[in-house]
């Protein structure tokens, strides 16, 4: 079982981020009971209904799920790709997110166009859940199918808090992606609305160790 205690003192460090109300998330988590092993035919179609279940926070539908099908089911994609984690955090939902990593989810599997948790949370300045993933040591520098990594998107959408939790974590703002050829710092150099971002990772020093790629 992860310890997500550990991970949230992580993320109270680096992000200062609120500490999640840990008894409404054990009662949660007690209330789903995880039995027998799922069968395989309906893998496809239960697994699109159970990411919709997290998509519209339908606790009852997702327990029904969990129950018949196991706790495989929660790193199952829907017909279009995407994981309940990922949606989980796109939809901001905290109860869900806790629950999903708890219960197994996980946290580097890719969801609709390669989006990783942690690309997920860093697009919308999901500050806490970034925390949370950084604390369980996820692949920082893992990339979409654009080549964008985590920091690359928080560099584009000026989340500085984020930025530097990133770079605390070892991702290598010199990691290009395949849109354009850039990296995160060229992206700060090239946006004058937020010269803190570039600040920061220009305070980071660039070893030889880094050989271009932090993923871990």
């Known amino acids: 079982?992860?310890?997500?205690?550990?991970?949230?003192?992580?993320?109270?460090?680096?992000?200062?981020?609120?500490?999640?109300?840990?008894?409404?998330?054990?009662?949660?988590?007690?209330?789903?009971?995880?039995?027998?092993?799922?069968?395989?035919?309906?893998?496809?179609?239960?697994?699109?209904?159970?990411?919709?279940?997290?998509?519209?926070?339908?606790?009852?539908?997702?327990?029904?799920?969990?129950?018949?099908?196991?706790?495989?089911?929660?790193?199952?994609?829907?017909?279009?790709?995407?994981?309940?984690?990922?949606?989980?955090?796109?939809?901001?939902?905290?109860?869900?997110?806790?629950?999903?990593?708890?219960?197994?989810?996980?946290?580097?599997?890719?969801?609709?166009?390669?989006?990783?948790?942690?690309?997920a949370a860093s697009r919308i300045g999901y500050d806490d859940a970034v925390g949370w993933l950084l604390g369980l040591n996820v692949k920082v520098d893992a990339a979409n199918k654009m080549g964008e990594t985590a920091l690359i998107i928080a560099v584009q959408q000026r989340h500085p808090r984020i930025v530097r939790a990133l770079l605390a974590a070892g991702a290598n703002p010199d990691k290009t992606d395949a849109a354009a050829g850039l990296s995160a710092r060229d992206y700060a150099k090239r946006d004058t609305r937020s010269r803190e971002i570039l600040q920061l990772i220009e305070a980071r020093k660039i070893t030889a160790a880094d050989g271009g790629d932090t993923s871990r």
Request: glycine share 8%; net charge neutral; aromatic share 6%.
């Open 1 to 119: 079982m992860l310890c997500y205690r550990t991970a949230i003192k992580r993320a109270n460090i680096v992000l200062g981020a609120k500490s999640m109300n840990w008894l409404k998330f054990a009662a949660a988590a007690a209330a789903i009971s995880l039995v027998a092993a799922p069968g395989a035919a309906q893998y496809a179609s239960d697994g699109a209904a159970f990411v919709e279940a997290v998509r519209k926070s339908d606790g009852s539908a997702a327990k029904k799920i969990l129950e018949e099908r196991g706790p495989a089911i929660i790193n199952t994609r829907d017909y279009e790709g995407n994981t309940a984690l990922v949606v989980a955090i796109n939809n901001r939902d905290e109860d869900w997110t806790a629950f999903l990593l708890q219960q197994g989810a996980d946290p580097n599997l890719a969801s609709k166009g390669g989006e990783t948790p942690l690309i």
